[in-house]
C-alpha cells in the first residue's frame, strides 16, 4: 500500500530555491556534535543544509534534552532566533557529518530583500509549513496517546523525512549490515528481507539514521518507553527492524490505523 | 514591581508596519462567534486586525476546543493557510466585535512582494517571534506543570496581551462595575481597589476579556482546572479579581517565583 504523508518535525527540501542565492554565503563542514549556535546566543545568519543533519534542541536547567525540530537537506535553519532579533532559545547541532552554507544579515536584508523577494516569499510558505508542524505537535501532545504519536512520526521518517536513497539500496545496506552481523545469510538476511519486501508483506525504509534516543527526544519521552513501544508494535506484527540504517513496515494498513489517520492522505487532527 | 514580560499565545502589534498598505485591502466588521475561516478552507487571503480579538481554534472530531493562537490589533492571521497553499487545519473566528482588513494573494505576491519587500521582512519577523511562542509552548506542556504554566500565562496576559487602556481606566472600569452591581462601595469597591493598588500591595490590569474558559482552552485545560488553580493563587495571596475585565496581581513577586522566572525580565525555558 502507499502510505499517506504525515507532516513531522524533520524538514527536507523546503527551502530548494535557495539554491540560486548561495553564491552570497560561506560554506563550512560540521562534524558530528559540532554546534552551530548555542543557546543564548544572537543569530546573524541563516545557514542553509547541504548535506546531514541539524537540530534544533531546548535543554532545561534540569537537563532535559528536547529535540524541536530537525533540518535536513535543502532547508534553512536559524530562521526563528535571526529574524526574531532575540538570543537563542534552543542550540543548533550537527548530528552527524553536515555540510551547511552562512547566508548573513546584511545579504538577506540587503541584496535577497531587494532583488529575490521571491526567496522571502518561499521562507514564509516553508515556515508556514513549520507552524503547521508546531500546531500538529501541540495537539498531538494534548490530545495523542503515546503509541499514536510514536505510529504518526515513525510514518512521517518514511514519507517525510527519508533520505532520497532508494528502498533498493537500503534493502541492500540492511543485508549487507545483516550479513556483516551474522556472517551469513539466515532468517534475517537479505534474500528473506527482499522476498519479504518483494512480496509486498513488508517494505523497508531508509531513514536519516535516528536512534531510539534520538526518537525519544524528537518525542519528549523517554528512551525506555519508545523502545517498549518499538517491542509492542513489533510483537503486533506491523514493524518489523527499527534501526539506524532502516525501517522495516511490515503491516502498512495496521500502522496508518494506529497513527489514527486514513490512507489517503493527510489528515487532521 | 515591574513585572517581567512573558511570551504567550496572544499577539498585539506584531505587524504595525502593514498599516501603510491597508489601502489594497478591504475592510470589514464580524460579530461575535463569526468566522473568518473553517477548517479545510483554502485562504487566499491575509487578515490584519484593526480591533477586537480573534482566535486560531483547532476542534478534534470529539468536540474539544483548543485556541492555538489569539490575534489582537495590529496582527495579521491566516498567514500560515495562505502561505502553506493547504487546507486550514485551524477555525479562525472572531471573539467579540472585531474589525479587520483582507489582503488578497495577487496582492501580497504582486505589489507587496515587490514595491515593499520590508513587509515581507516584518512577516518574517512576527513569524519568528509567533515560533517562539509555540516553542515555548511545547516545552512548558512538556516540562511544566499546571499552576507555572497558568501563572506564565497570566504574566503574559498583563505585560504583552494587555489592552492599550491606561490601568487608571481600568480601575475606574472596575470600580464602576463593582458599583453597578453592588449598589455600593464596598469591601470590593473602588476606594478599595485604588487604595490597594496605589499603595503598591496590588495592581490591576486590564486584559482582552478572557473568561475562566477561554483560559482553559487557551492552556488545553478544563474549565473546572483553571477555576481552581485561580481560587489556589488567591487563596496564596498572589492573585485578588480575575474577572472578563481585570486581573488584579496581589504578589508579583511571588506570581514571577510560581511561573519560574526571574523578575529582571522572560527566561527560557
Keep these: 500500500m502507499r502510505l499517506p504523508r504525515c507532516h513531522g518535525p524533520l524538514l527536507r527540501g523546503l527551502n530548494l530555491p535557495w539554491a540560486k542565492a548561495l553564491g552570497g554565503g560561506v560554506t563550512r563542514e560540521y562534524g558530528t556534535g559540532e554546534i552551530f549556535h548555542q543557546m543564548g546566543d544572537r543569530v546573524d545568519a541563516l545557514h542553509y543544509v547541504l548535506e546531514g543533519h541539524v537540530v534544533a534542541k531546548a535543554v532545561t536547567p534540569e537537563g532535559v534534552e528536547r529535540y524541536v525540530l530537525g533540518f535536513l537537506p535543502g532547508t534553512i535553519f536559524g530562521q526563528s532566533p535571526f ?8 542550540l543548533f547541532v550537527s548530528v552527524g557529518h553536515t555540510v551547511a552554507v552562512a547566508l548573513g544579515r546584511d545579504y538577506i536584508y540587503g541584496e535577497v530583500a531587494q532583488r529575490h523577494p521571491s526567496l522571502l516569499l518561499n521562507l514564509l510558505e ?14 498531538d ?4 496517546d503515546l503509541e ?3 505510529c504518526r512520526f515513525i510514518l512521517h521518517l518514511v514519507t517525510e523525512a527519508s533520505d532520497p536513497v532508494p528502498v533498493e539500496q537500503a534493502l541492500t545496506d540492511a543485508a549487507a549490515e545483516v550479513h ?3 556472517g551469513d545469510e539466515g532468517a534475517e538476511g537479505p534474500a528473506d528481507c527482499s522476498a519479504r519486501c ?12 535516528l536512534t531510539h534516543e534520538d526518537v525519544a527526544r524528537y518525542l519528549g519521552l523517554h528512551r525506555v518507553t519508545v523502545s517498549n513501544l518499538l517491542g509492542g508494535l513489533r510483537r503486533a506484527g506491523v514493524l518489523g527492524q527499527f534501526n539506524r540504517k532502516v ?23
Tied chains: 1, 2.
Design 83 to 90: 529574524f526574531n532579533r532575540a538570543p537563542a532559545e534552543t
Design 126 to 139: 516553508s515556515d508556514a509549513y513549520r507552524h503547521r508542524v508546531f500546531g500538529r505537535h501541540i495537539a
Design 141 to 144: 501532545a494534548t490530545l495523542r
Design 148 to 150: 499514536t504519536r510514536l
Design 180 to 182: 556483516a552481523r551474522t
Design 198 to 209: 518483494h512480496s509486498g508483506a513488508s517494505a523497508l525504509f531508509s531513514h536519516p539514521g
Design 247 to 269: 525501517i522495516e513496515v511490515c503491516d502498512g494498513a495496521e500502522l496508518v490505523a494506529r497513527a489514527g489517520m486514513s490512507g489517503d492522505g493527510d489528515r487532521w487532527p
